[in-house]
């Protein structure tokens, strides 16, 4: 029964993904006639050249992907990094302001530029922001998202459908749910065994596992993006840029959705599949991207219009998600409402991080 709750939860990314891949060719895979008049005659187009620049992309993006997402997981047993230490609050903020200039810094504005290309018609796409409209859409909709999965879980955990740890159903319980900050449950019981995760109660748990999960969306949906673009593209000057800002890019983005899934308490092997995702999404991208070279147009209205769109989605979750359920929760959370020099740390962390992000928009 726990089995197959579990593949339930994880089937929308599974689903998600499948979509992608199916339906990725066809968005790409344009006509002559879609082709925007503009032509590339710069010196760095060198088509084999640019083959084993993807190969090495591929493979130093997974290693680099598994070490950030895996870190937070396997130096749990380290006490400095116990999520209840203040190191790995910091870390943690640090992740969130990269998550964050993600958003701003990349995705958005490849967004604007994609749909406000020449090759677009001028009407309606060069008379409307619509990248600043989808991205507004986006994170209302993962507001809804986050909200609802949240009153759903919590509603589920009080009843005794959800167990604490996902192995046995759990006692009923009568509780009392206090809000604090940024959607923080906390919980009182009365005269009734009320069921708890490591971390705290099982509103927090529940609101832990809802954020890993909605950000891990947010991520693949970038990821994929950002490694088609790599891997269908023959200009060897941006590759070589491109590898290196990329791997630091999924480093850090991997220990921030790391250490959500750490505070989500999740099975081994539920945290072993979110792991994987995340890894193999971005090489995954780059392999269709390549395997696409020859068909895709990356000038064409319709390849413009699929990722400037994809693109705009992204940005507004991902930005929701590191404002809202990241570094809001953990600053208005009691941990840091009590230490000013905490606070202080934090937010030279996320400056830290946000500003690191903000200076690889030059290549990435």
């Known amino acids: 029964m726990a089995a197959t709750k579990s593949r339930l939860k994880l089937s929308p990314i599974i689903f998600f993904i499948l979509i992608i891949s199916i339906l990725t060719p066809k968005a790409y895979s344009q006509s002559e006639e879609d082709e925007c008049s503009t032509e590339n005659t710069s010196s760095c187009n060198d088509k084999s050249g640019a083959v084993p620049l993807k190969i090495i992309a591929l493979v130093s993006i997974l290693v680099t ?53 020449s090759c677009l018609k001028e009407n309606p796409w060069h008379k409307f922001p619509f990248s600043g409209f989808v991205a507004m ?55 009734h065994v009320v069921a708890k995760g490591e971390n705290g109660d099982s509103q927090q748990l529940s609101r832990y596992r809802v954020v890993a999960m909605v950000l891990e969306l947010g991520i693949i949906v970038h990821s994929v993006v950002i490694g088609l673009s790599l891997g269908a593209s023959n200009n060897t000057c941006t590759i070589k840029g491109l590898v290196a800002a990329l791997c630091f890019h999924q480093m850090f983005e991997g220990m921030g959705l790391g250490g959500c ?85 934090s937010y030279i962390a996320v400056l830290l991080g946000a500003g690191g992000m903000s200076v690889l928009a030059k290549w990435a």
Request: net charge positive.
């Open 261 to 345: 899934i750490l505070q989500a308490e999740y099975k081994f092997m539920k945290k072993a599949i979110m792991v994987f995702f995340f890894s193999t999404t971005t090489p995954f991208g780059i392999a269709i991207g390549m395997a696409m070279t020859k068909s895709y147009k990356e000038n064409s209205p319709r390849s413009l219009i699929t990722v400037g769109l994809l693109n705009a989605s992204s940005a507004g979750l991902l930005i929701y998600m590191a404002l809202v359920d990241l570094l809001a929760a953990d600053f208005m959370g009691p941990k840091l409402q009590r230490s000013i020099k905490l606070q202080i740390k």
């Open 137 to 191: 859409l986006s994170a209302i909709l993962t507001l809804m998202v986050d909200s609802m999965a949240t009153s759903i879980y919590s509603r589920r955990c009080r009843t005794g459908v959800i167990a604490d740890n996902g192995d046995n159903p759990a006692l009923e319980v009568d509780q009392e749910m206090a809000v604090v900050g940024a959607g923080h449950g906390h919980f009182h019981a009365h005269n």
């Open 65 to 117: 992907s598994m070490i950030g997402v895996s870190f937070p997981l396997v130096t749990r047993s380290i006490p400095a990094f116990h999520p209840d230490r203040n190191l790995f609050v910091i870390v943690k903020c640090f992740a969130g302001g990269i998550i964050l200039a993600t958003g701003f810094m990349h995705v958005l504005p490849d967004s604007y530029a994609m749909l406000q290309s």
